[in-house]
């Protein structure tokens, strides 16, 4: 099983790279109907987190994200 560290905690994804990016584009895409009552808008970023395992493009945007966001709660 591979593994994602994201805000400090380490997050378990699928062990299979197709099924991680399965995973990925289909919490997105339910991320994207977020407003139905089941769906929700948290499921985005849950989406891009196990997308950056395997992809570069994702990794890079996912960490100018987390550096972005520490820069800013820092005071």
Known sequence: ??????????????GSP????VTGVVL???GVLGFLPILGFWM??????????DSH???RVRRRTEVWWGRR???
């Open 1 to 14: 099983m591979a593994f994602v560290r994201f805000g400090g905690r380490k997050v378990g994804v699928p």
């Open 28 to 30: 997105i895409g339910g």
């Open 73 to 75: 709660r820092r005071p």
């Open 44 to 53: 985005i970023p849950l989406g891009v987190v196990v997308l950056s395992v």
């Open 57 to 59: 493009r994702v990794r």
């Open 18 to 21: 197709r099924m991680r990016k």
